[in-house]
């Protein structure tokens, strides 16, 4: 499984970065496209939707043709009305989180699976689109993401013993939130200095980056909710020693529209 995992790793994040800086942004906007489709397909599996059924492919097809539509008539001016509809509902997610016990209707989850994937999917090729800098902010956020889950993983690992949400996923820490907070911080601190030799935009990039970090971990935790409740460990098996295309990109959902929401909000 570990030897899965980091040839996984070896092959993709390399592949991740080159197509960020390279690629144009409706090329990416494509590619993100592709991967959404597959997000929603996992997302199936875990309402549950009938494999291979028509509802299933109903739910997808129409993900697909919603973002479509979305990048091809919504105007700029919709762009912050979408990003405040996301904030709120991931504030209302965390209301969710604090009452696992509360088995969703199954039409209430078939629009969570669009409300997840569909503003991150928008947050991101806008964000990739950004005149200036778009390519570079986007793996700002993904290398955001990555440190981290793994500022999490290791202060939980080390000093871990109070249990951020047992019945959810009792792995996670309320040490490994800090530590998640910490290396974000510290990443957010350095890059911003580096990037603008400003103390106030860089104190607003750190703000805007330990706020889209403590809800990438609502978006984790709302995934092993839904794992939960479906009976199923990971969102799919299509990535080897990863699970699937919603195991790697849970914390994104989440943090990606929340980021570009501050970053506009903030004006950075």
């Known amino acids: 499984m570990l030897k899965a995992r980091l040839v996984s790793a070896a092959v993709m994040v390399p592949l991740v970065v080159a197509g960020i800086l390279l690629l144009p942004t409706p090329v990416i906007a494509l590619v993100m496209l592709l991967i959404i489709g597959g997000g929603l397909w996992e997302w199936s599996r875990m309402v549950p939707l009938q494999a291979a059924g028509m ?3 109903a739910f997808i097809g129409a993900g697909l043709l919603l ?3 979305v990048w091809v008539v919504a105007p700029a001016a919709l762009i912050m009305p979408l990003l405040v509809a996301a904030f709120l509902w991931w504030l209302w997610v965390l209301y969710w989180l604090s009452h696992p016990e509360f088995s969703a209707p199954r039409g209430l989850k078939i629009v969570a699976g669009y409300l997840v994937t569909l503003p991150a999917w928008v947050a991101l090729v806008v964000l990739h689109g950004r005149p200036a800098d778009g390519p570079l902010i986007t793996l700002y956020l993904l290398v955001l ?4 889950d793994s500022g999490a993983y290791f202060s939980g690992r080390r000093w871990g013993n109070r249990k951020l949400a047992p019945v959810i996923s009792p792995g996670k820490t309320r040490e490994g939130v800090y530590g998640a907070i910490a290396a974000s911080a510290a990443f957010a601190l350095v890059a911003g200095l580096l990037y603008s030799h400003s103390l ?4 607003g990039l750190v ?3 330990i706020v889209a970090v403590m809800f990438s971990i609502v978006g984790d935790l709302l995934e092993s909710l839904m794992k939960r409740q479906s009976g199923i460990k990971d969102s799919s098996q299509l990535i080897p020693g990863h699970g699937g295309i919603l195991d790697r990109i849970d914390s994104l959902t989440a943090a990606a529209p929340v980021f570009l929401l501050g970053l ?3 004006r950075l």
């Open 55 to 57: 509802a299933q492919f």
């Open 67 to 69: 973002a479509a539509l």
């Open 145 to 148: 993401i990555w440190l981290a």
């Open 200 to 203: 106030v935009w860089t104190a």
């Open 207 to 209: 703000l805007v980056s």
């Open 264 to 266: 506009q909000w903030m």
